[in-house]
């Protein structure tokens, strides 16, 4: 699935790997983008909502939104749960 944000404006495409590589549409490059290959959630609509709102959090982060880093910056590497 492909997500693009111009302005407030959003738009998605669903791709498959035969596809090849979604490119924006238009002029102009979006805002901000993401590609998502995941697993769509199945069940209700709590799991599909948390999903999107996710994606989009991801998203955003790119284009200079909160930082979405899973670890704190003073965790000793390697990562461990």
């Known amino acids: 699935?492909?997500?693009?944000?111009r302005g407030e404006d959003?738009?998605?495409?669903?791709?498959?790997l035969a596809d090849g590589f979604p490119t924006p549409e238009g002029d102009?490059?979006?805002?901000?983008?993401?590609?998502s290959t995941g697993t769509w959630p199945k069940g209700d609509g709590d799991r599909v909502t948390a999903y999107i709102d996710d994606l989009l959090a991801e998203m955003e982060s790119m284009a200079g939104g909160p930082d979405r880093c899973?670890?704190?910056a003073d965790d000793p590497w390697p990562h461990m749960h």
């Open 28 to 35: 102009a490059a979006p805002d901000v983008w993401i590609y």
């Open 10 to 16: 959003y738009s998605w495409r669903l791709c498959g």
């Open 1 to 5: 699935m492909y997500v693009e944000r």
């Open 70 to 72: 899973r670890w704190d």
